[in-house]
């Protein structure tokens, strides 16, 4: 084990994480530190250790806290794991947002997530996994009165083949693959393109991953748990391909249908890394939908622009910039934009705040800006 | 084994997510005027997890307390579409864009009449 940890340690600098401008220190594919590899959910032992020895800062520690020690205690409830099969993890994520700060403002506070996740991993180089996670989710502000719908659920379950490091297959449900996969569930590229924090779908899924590229294939059936007439069922894949060793480069597609809406996004987009943990992401797209009852047929194009600078271990600078132009037939788009940090004071705890400006733009009205100043808690276990 | 076979696929009643409202929102006849633009507009968001305003009839609109007879200029409803007097909030729909002069001139004219 201290041979394993200390491998890990000495490659630190060419190694990355969770969140996908963490290519800035120097990893492309999500699959390193995540049982998904397409990024986001439980992490596994070795995305737990540089999460503790990487990407947190250890100003909280004392000095006679060696990096080995502080991978030690990245397991599960500090604990070094005794056994190779069975993974835990526990999340919770929670934000106070404030409308309008400075003047009238309005403050809530928001339970985002709230779930435990388990992995049980089988086989040489863990080839054969199952996974899930189960948990409270967002309420939405008003339920309607007609509709019936659980705020505990599972927002992924599914198994895992690892034929060969090249290629696995997963089957279950996932978060659909496209574009980046951007926290912020809220962002433009997330919400036309129907892939935000609950859009999650069972289906079937293949990941390809060689030196150059990397790729994924969906076909879905919906979520099995909504009504039959709701589901969304069709297919997605994104592409991506490594250049200059250290920047990523893709392409996504995804068309689905229920009864209803007929959904087509089409999606170019950028990583990049500039060293020490600063990067940039960036994606353009584009999303048609074609309703039955024709009252909301429209084509809608996007940008996101974030950037991303580690001026020291644990601390993050960012800026966001967005674009939404919700109908190309009309002339009317939106523009938000506002700057964040990130801390990881310790392993386990992340801090956040976020400002956010929306400009509407109009060739018949002013509409006055509004702004919104979200502080987020996370910590997991 | 079989209860972590269970765990794993449990699954809750009926999650929600973006398309929980498809069946109200796009599977209904659109109506014409003020019906038309708010079906168009509207229920998009306000269907469900904001209020439910699909089908409304002009009583059920002033029951809402957003509408008052006569008065559009200050009703709720008028004044959150370009942010009237009320700063810092996101004018409505949110995300859409600001709604064409005619289409508001429209909803002034049915608060303006309704008895």
């Given at each position: 084990?201290?041979?394993?940890?200390?491998?890990?340690?000495t490659?630190?600098?060419?190694?990355?994480?969770?969140?996908?401008?963490f290519?800035?220190?120097?990893?492309?594919?999500?699959?390193?530190?995540?049982?998904?590899?397409?990024?986001?959910?439980?992490?596994?032992?070795?995305?737990?250790?540089?999460?503790?020895?990487?990407?947190?800062?250890?100003?909280?520690?004392?000095?006679?806290?060696?990096?080995?020690?502080?991978?030690?205690?990245?397991?599960?409830?500090?604990?070094?794991?005794?056994?190779?099969?069975?993974?835990?993890?526990?999340?919770?994520?929670?934000?106070?947002l404030t409308?309008?700060?400075?003047?009238?403002?309005?403050?809530?506070?928001?339970?985002?997530?709230?779930?435990?996740?388990?992995?049980?991993?089988?086989?040489?180089?863990?080839?054969?996994?199952?996974s899930?996670?189960?948990?409270?989710?967002?309420?939405?502000l008003?339920?309607?009165?007609?509709e019936?719908?659980?705020?505990?659920?599972?927002?992924?379950?599914?198994l895992?083949?690892?034929?060969?490091?090249?290629?696995g297959?997963?089957?279950?449900?996932?978060?659909?693959?496209?574009?980046i996969?951007?926290?912020?569930?809220?962002?433009?590229?997330?919400?036309?393109?129907?892939?935000?924090?609950?859009?999650?779908?069972?289906?079937?899924?293949?990941?390809?991953?060689?030196?150059?590229?990397?790729?994924?294939?969906?076909?879905?059936?919906?979520?099995?748990?909504?009504?039959?007439?709701?589901?969304?069922?069709?297919?997605?894949?994104?592409?991506?391909?490594?250049?200059?060793?250290?920047?990523?480069?893709?392409?996504?597609?995804?068309?689905?249908?229920?009864?209803?809406?007929?959904?087509?996004?089409?999606?170019?987009?950028?990583?990049?890394?500039?060293?020490?943990?600063?990067?940039?992401?960036?994606?353009?797209?584009?999303?048609?939908?074609?309703?039955?009852?024709?009252?909301?047929?429209?084509?809608?194009?996007?940008?996101?622009?974030?950037?991303?600078?580690?001026?020291?271990?644990?601390?993050?600078?960012?800026?966001?910039?967005?674009?939404l132009?919700?109908?190309?037939?009309?002339?009317?788009?939106?523009?938000?934009?506002?700057?964040g940090?990130?801390?990881?004071?310790?392993?386990?705890?992340?801090?956040?705040?976020?400002?956010?400006?929306?400009?509407?733009?109009?060739?018949?009205?002013?509409?006055?800006?509004?702004?919104?100043?979200?502080?987020?808690?996370?910590?997991?276990? | 084994?079989?209860?972590?076979?269970?765990?794993?696929?449990?699954?809750?009643c009926q999650?929600?997510?973006?398309?929980?409202?498809?069946?109200?929102?796009?599977?209904?006849?659109?109506?014409?005027?003020?019906?038309?633009?708010?079906?168009?507009?509207?229920?998009?968001?306000?269907?469900?997890?904001?209020?439910?305003?699909?089908?409304?009839?002009?009583?059920?609109?002033?029951?809402?307390?957003?509408?008052?007879?006569?008065?559009?200029?200050?009703?709720?409803?008028?004044?959150?579409?370009?942010?009237?007097?009320?700063s810092?909030?996101s004018?409505?729909?949110?995300?859409?864009?600001?709604?064409?002069?005619?289409?508001?001139?429209?909803?002034?004219?049915?608060?303006?009449?309704?008895?």
């Amino acid at each position: 084990m201290k041979i394993f940890v200390l491998i890990f340690l000495t490659t630190l600098s060419l190694k990355s994480f969770g969140y996908a401008n963490f290519i800035g220190h120097g990893y492309t594919s999500c699959l390193n530190c995540h049982f998904n590899p397409f990024g986001g959910g439980q992490l596994n032992d070795y995305g737990r250790v540089v999460s503790g020895t990487g990407i947190s800062s250890r100003s909280l520690y004392p000095d006679s806290m060696t990096e080995e020690k502080i991978a030690h205690i990245s397991g599960f409830l500090f604990n070094k794991p005794k056994q190779n099969w069975l993974r835990l993890q526990a999340n919770y994520r929670g934000f106070e947002l404030t409308q309008n700060p400075g003047g009238n403002s309005t403050k809530s506070w928001l339970t985002m997530q709230q779930d435990v996740r388990l992995t049980l991993k089988f086989g040489e180089n863990d080839k054969f996994i199952m996974s899930g996670d189960y948990g409270k989710t967002p309420y939405p502000l008003k339920g309607s009165p007609e509709e019936k719908y659980d705020t505990y659920r599972s927002r992924s379950h599914y198994l895992g083949y690892r034929f060969s490091p090249k290629f696995g297959l997963y089957a279950g449900l996932m978060d659909k693959v496209f574009g980046i996969r951007l926290l912020e569930h809220n962002a433009y590229s997330r919400i036309a393109t129907q892939t935000t924090q609950n859009d999650q779908v069972h289906g079937l899924t293949g990941h390809f991953l060689n030196d150059k590229w990397e790729s994924g294939l969906q076909a879905f059936v919906g979520n099995l748990t909504q009504d039959d007439d709701l589901r969304m069922k069709g297919v997605t894949g994104s592409l991506e391909r490594t250049i200059f060793d250290f920047h990523r480069v893709g392409v996504s597609y995804q068309n689905a249908k229920n009864e209803y809406l007929t959904l087509s996004s089409y999606a170019v987009f950028g990583k990049f890394n500039f060293k020490e943990g600063s990067a940039i992401l960036t994606e353009i797209g584009q999303s048609t939908q074609v309703t039955k009852n024709q009252s909301d047929d429209r084509t809608a194009r996007y940008g996101i622009l974030q950037t991303y600078l580690r001026p020291w271990r644990g601390f993050y600078i960012f800026n966001n910039i967005e674009y939404l132009k919700n109908d190309t037939k009309l002339d009317n788009y939106s523009v938000r934009w506002g700057p964040g940090i990130q801390y990881f004071p310790l392993q386990r705890l992340e801090l956040r705040a976020d400002l956010y400006n929306t400009r509407n733009f109009s060739s018949e009205n002013a509409i006055p800006d509004s702004w919104m100043l979200i502080t987020q808690l996370h910590v997991w276990l | 084994m079989k209860f972590l076979l269970l765990l794993f696929f449990l699954i809750s009643c009926q999650d929600y997510n973006t398309n929980s409202f498809d069946r109200t929102r796009y599977g209904n006849p659109v109506g014409e005027g003020p019906a038309k633009i708010i079906q168009n507009k509207c229920i998009n968001c306000h269907s469900g997890e904001h209020d439910s305003w699909a089908g409304l009839t002009d009583a059920q609109w002033v029951t809402t307390g957003l509408v008052i007879p006569g008065d559009p200029d200050n009703s709720l409803f008028i004044k959150r579409i370009y942010n009237t007097g009320i700063s810092g909030v996101s004018n409505m729909p949110i995300g859409g864009g600001a709604l064409p002069n005619d289409e508001y001139q429209a909803l002034k004219d049915w608060i303006q009449n309704l008895p």
